[in-house]
């Protein structure tokens, strides 16, 4: 049936929730867009004139869809070329959702982006939808189509996972451009001592290159040896130059709600390190250097203003 004029404003209505949604089960803006879209086609087949609910319907098709890519997605990584990372989201994206609570902010930060795929494709689905959306179990129950007794230990067994597979500090704006600041003065020195006083002592390094930018595949461990890479990786030179095209801009900024530093080429994003800190420092340095993974950062870097300039040219 054809839709009507209100028929598709109420989708377009709940498209940034379901974008939202989407992009957490999903961990790739691309991938949550292609979800939504199929939704929408979804919705237009549909009878909507006979749907009740039209949120709750539109937000069950698009999870089953995205549940559906999480089971081909997992077995598409297996023969991904090194280290798969999530795609980041810079500060001011719409996908990034809801952000009026400390558990909506939590659940896309960057490193429980990471967790997230440890979780089962339903256990994945209970925690985003419980935790940054406050959907009730008993709605949750009727998208997964299983029991509420079901879903909340789903729930338990997801909230459990991630919060110990982490230790949160919630950092605000501010703070995050100071780490950003103090990592990349200390990056920039050329030695390794002042970046290893700001990293734990049990710190980490990976890197995503989707097999288009070299990335180490190993994780580097141990602040020393953090640092050393991150000495060697901020280091001028012409064949970084040659590789992306130009000197690379460095700024500060966030990612996913936490502290990022953003390598710029001519308006293009080159590269994202999303920097995990804890009371103690440092604890997780993660570099998305995936080509295809920065399309829509460099889209919405474009759109913003950068009035304060770059912090290092390399």
């Not at 004139?49 to 949120?55: D, L, N, S």
């Not at 999870?63 to 795609?87: F, Q």
């Not at 920039?188 to 288009?212: I, N, S, W």
């Amino acid at each position: 049936m054809a839709l009507t004029r209100s028929d598709v404003d109420r989708f377009q209505a709940a498209r940034p929730r379901l974008e939202a949604i989407a992009y957490r089960l999903l961990g790739s803006a691309s991938e949550a867009e292609d979800a939504v879209q199929e939704t929408f086609l979804r919705w237009q087949a549909a009878d909507v004139g006979r749907i009740e609910v039209p949120e709750a319907w539109l937000t069950k098709v698009l999870t089953n869809w995205c549940l559906n890519m999480l089971t081909s997605a997992r077995a598409r990584r297996e023969t991904y070329v090194g280290r798969w990372l999530p795609e980041p989201l810079l500060a001011g994206d719409p996908m990034l959702g809801p952000a009026d609570t400390a558990e909506q902010r939590e659940s896309v930060s960057y490193a429980v982006l990471v967790l997230l795929e440890r979780l089962s494709p339903n256990e994945r689905a209970v925690y985003v939808l419980r935790e940054a959306f406050d959907y009730p179990h008993r709605e949750i129950a009727e998208v997964l189509e299983i029991s509420e007794a079901a879903s909340q230990q789903l729930y338990h067994r997801a909230k459990k996972r991630i919060t110990d597979g982490r230790a949160h500090t919630e950092i605000d704006e501010a703070a995050a451009r100071r780490i950003v600041e103090e990592f990349l003065a200390a990056a920039t020195t050329g030695r390794t001592e002042p970046l290893v006083r700001l990293l734990t002592q049990d710190a980490f390094a990976v890197g995503d290159g989707g097999g288009k930018v070299p990335a180490r595949t190993k994780a580097f461990e141990g602040a020393l040896a953090v640092a050393t890479f991150m000495r060697g990786l901020f280091k001028p030179g012409a064949a970084k130059r040659a590789h992306v095209g130009g000197a690379p801009e460095i700024y500060a900024t966030t990612a996913n709600g936490g502290p990022a530093v953003v390598a710029v080429v001519e308006g293009r994003v080159v590269g994202i390190i999303c920097l995990e800190a804890t009371a103690e420092g440092i604890v997780a340095v993660r570099t998305q250097a995936n080509p295809d993974k920065l399309v829509r950062a460099t889209e919405q870097w474009s759109a913003a203003d950068h009035a304060e300039g770059p912090l290092h040219t390399l």
